[in-house]
């Protein structure tokens, strides 16, 4: 069984029977399935106009100069001075392309900077008493290359709004019990559409497959009886798409018409299907997955394959392929049917889809979908909602962005996925110059040309950047004015004039910006930097190299020729322990710091020095290990800087004349080393026979808590249980006092030893 869902549809068939516009759009030959009109849903679109930042701004806050106003606003966050006098003389023409900010900062006057703003209007609206789902119809957007420009599209799922569906069913002869339930069916889809709208119509087609063989048997009985033999029903030749019964309110001709309709058969498993829904949507055959998918999108029809267990797995990934489609298991008789046209028509209309179709080259389009509840998706190349209930509104945020100047005003599309209404979008990019002030024989042009947007176009015979220069008669004199402007040691072809740095003019180099020199080949912003100072601060700069000020030398003036930040009052130069350079201590080997006053690893350096000291009977070889330094033995138990168990002493240097003197003592006598390691030994035995007896006793411990608690447990499964041996019976003893005889006659009852009475 195949049934489909869609919204209203025109195909020629509809146009066939001369219905007027308001009647095809509710023609029951439109289409294939249950078409939701376009009142079905309402989309209300509202324009944010952007108080943009200033154009000057581009994406990384710069812009890329341009020598004419066109081609600065086709740049990236660049405007236009098109102001007269606005230049220096020789300033080349792109200084008039620059941020507005910086433009304005040059004291280009207001109305002078040219600066078109990204904008966004609404065209006209539908006529009055038209529905209208889509607020407005049609909007205009004038863009800026690189500059997004957005607008907000609102959504809302209405209630009450009619439904139209097409029931298109498989007449193959596996179908002959499902036909039986659908003769039944109108009153029931009716019924359950209208717990979802009001008005609901109904209309119902049939297809079988290609009559064709091997689709179908051609011998000439089975085409006029394609049924199995022994089938006594009525069956009637088959067919690939039959249109049945047009769109209606009518539920009893929709039962008349469904009871009409007999079984018929054909030969291979899969049926003419695709074929039918193409039939019905715009009269078209053998269609390819693709071309439904486009087809059916486009005209704006939603599907639900209701399928049996076996099939659905083909029909879910078919439905991938085919945008707002949705599959729903059907049992084999199809009693379920009603139940699950009414679920699938509630899915699929609360799962919103907006997207634009036909967007030309050159432009961008993102969405971001408010889909309520605090859920946002940002930069999606769809906007896209679900579980929209009935009455709730939805936001998209539709952001168009062009990445280059486009030939000629665009326009795209904007639509919701099953809706026949669309929001048209016409763009144009802002990428010319409307100066409006072209002034021929201009005075800013020497009266020798046309002064438009800022700058001049020469009149023929002239050049230059104002038309000062009247241009040479031949070649060679031309190229003669050419060569005042190079380099006389490179005046070669191809050689740029005025070093690249400025322009000629009538043979005359105007340098720009710092440069300098009858060939701007010096400038004042190149020479070397320390610091991150030219010239270190201490120099100028001329065409290329420092000039140092007094008391500084070195390429970038970097270094001092004084020697006051080497010397303390009561010093030598570094200590008399290194050199000073650029008024700074480079410290001899074996000393540091900025007088070059500490020694560098003084305890290792002389403790070779001290130990042969120690040893009275070498103290006249130390001069090698001791050096220039001078020991001085000393009494007393001060501490010390370097000390060890062998050797204890100071090191100090002695800054107005450069001494090293090492202080040092004999080390204090200690404890025996052989005293010291057996005392260590007896520690450790002692401590590992204490650690073995702890250990013992936790373990001996851990015993006996073990076995307190195995006799604690069987003490508790001990049951003494108390019975009479039937052995054992209780002695009687019978004694006769000779003074006392019973009484025969005695009121109590005899006990075991009688009662006894004296005599």
Not at 230 to 241: D, V
Not at 423 to 448: A, F
Request: aromatic fraction near 6%; include cysteine.
């Amino acid at each position: 069984m195949f049934t489909s869902l869609g919204t209203s549809l025109m195909s020629p068939a509809c146009l066939a029977e001369g219905h007027s516009r308001t009647e095809r759009q509710r023609s029951g030959c439109v289409g294939a399935i249950q078409t939701m009109r376009k009142v079905w849903l309402t989309v209300v679109v509202l324009l944010i106009y952007f108080t943009e930042q200033r154009g000057s701004m581009g994406l990384d806050g710069r812009c890329l100069s341009k020598p004419t106003c066109t081609e600065c606003l086709r740049s990236l966050g660049c405007a236009w001075c098109k102001q007269k006098g606005f230049l220096a003389q020789g300033e080349p023409n792109e200084r008039r392309c620059d941020r507005e900010e910086a433009l304005r900062k040059r004291h280009c006057s207001d109305g002078q900077v040219l600066n078109p703003q990204p904008a966004i209007r609404s065209r006209a609206e539908e006529p009055m008493g038209t529905v209208v789902q889509l607020e407005p119809q049609n909007l205009h957007l004038k863009l800026r290359v690189g500059m997004p420009q957005s607008f907000e599209v609102r959504f809302r799922r209405a209630e009450g709004y009619p439904i139209d569906l097409y029931y298109l069913m498989d007449l193959s002869f596996s179908m002959k019990d499902d036909l039986e339930n659908v003769r039944n069916l109108g009153l029931e889809v009716v019924t359950a559409m209208k717990n979802i709208t009001s008005a609901v119509r109904i209309g119902f087609g049939s297809f079988v497959d290609k009559v064709v063989d091997p689709y179908v048997s051609t011998v000439e009985a089975k085409l006029a009886n394609p049924c199995k033999e022994g089938y006594k029903g009525p069956c009637q030749p088959a067919f690939s798409f039959k249109h049945v019964l047009k769109l209606t309110e009518d539920v009893e001709e929709f039962e008349r018409k469904v009871s009409k309709q007999s079984i018929s058969s054909n030969l291979d498993g899969p049926e003419s299907g695709f074929d039918a829904i193409m039939q019905v949507a715009v009269c078209q055959d053998y269609p390819s997955v693709g071309h439904l998918s486009q087809v059916l999108s486009a005209n704006n029809i939603r599907l639900i394959f209701a399928v049996t267990d076996q099939h659905i797995q083909n029909y879910e990934a078919l439905s991938e392929m085919i945008p707002q489609s949705v599959v729903g298991l059907l049992e084999d008789d199809s009693s379920n049917v009603v139940e699950l046209i009414s679920e699938a028509c509630n899915n699929l209309s609360s799962y919103i889809v907006l997207e634009h179709r036909d967007v030309p080259p050159g432009l961008g389009v993102s969405y971001s979908s408010h889909c309520g509840d605090d859920r946002l998706a940002q930069g999606q190349d769809r906007g896209e909602c679900s579980d929209v209930r009935i009455n709730q509104q939805v936001n998209f945020t539709v952001t168009v962005t062009s990445s280059s100047c486009l030939s000629k005003t665009e326009s795209f599309i904007i639509k919701v996925q099953g809706i026949n209404e669309e929001l048209r979008v016409t763009v144009e990019t802002l990428c010319d110059c409307d100066c409006q002030d072209s002034e021929e024989q201009s005075s800013q042009c020497h009266g020798n040309g046309t002064f438009h947007c800022g700058i001049c176009s020469c009149d023929s015979g002239y050049t230059g950047q104002r038309c000062e220069c009247e241009t040479q008669p031949n070649k060679d004199t031309s190229l003669a004015v050419e060569a005042l402007c190079s380099p006389a040691q490179t005046n070669s072809t191809g050689t740029p004039l005025c070093s690249g740095r400025g322009s000629c003019v009538c043979g005359q180099c105007i340098c720009w910006g710092q440069h300098r020199g009858q060939h701007c080949q010096c400038d004042d912003i190149s020479c070397n930097r320390h610091n991150n100072m030219i010239c270190g601060g201490n120099g100028r700069c001329d065409c290329g190299n420092c000039e140092c000020f007094h008391n500084y030398t070195g390429p970038a003036c970097e270094c001092s020729t004084l020697t006051d930040q080497c010397q303390t009052s009561n010093d030598g130069i570094c200590s008399h322990r290194g050199q000073c350079e650029c008024n700074e201590c480079h410290c001899h080997p074996g000393f540091f710091g900025s007088h070059c006053t500490k020694p560098l690893a003084p305890c290792d350096t002389y403790r070779a020095c001290v130990a042969c000291m120690l040893h009275e009977s070498a103290k006249n070889m130390c001069h090698h290990p001791c050096g220039s330094a001078k020991p001085i033995r000393i009494n007393g138990t001060q501490s010390f800087t370097c000390q060890d168990d062998t050797v204890r002493f100071n090191v100090e240097l002695i800054i107005n004349t450069g001494d090293i003197f090492v202080y040092y003592t004999d080390t204090p006598r200690g404890i025996d080393p052989w005293i010291i390691n057996m005392g260590k030994a007896v520690v450790g035995i002692v401590l590992l026979g204490v650690i073995v007896i702890i250990i013992y006793r936790l373990m001996l411990e851990v015993f006996y808590q073990r076995e307190r608690r195995r006799f604690l447990k069987d003490k508790e499964n001990i049951w003494w249980e108390d019975t009479q041996n039937p052995l054992f019976q209780e002695a009687v003893t019978t004694f006769t006092h000779p003074m006392h005889v019973l009484e025969p006659d005695a009121d109590c009852a005899t006990s075991t030893f009688g009662k006894i009475k004296q005599m």
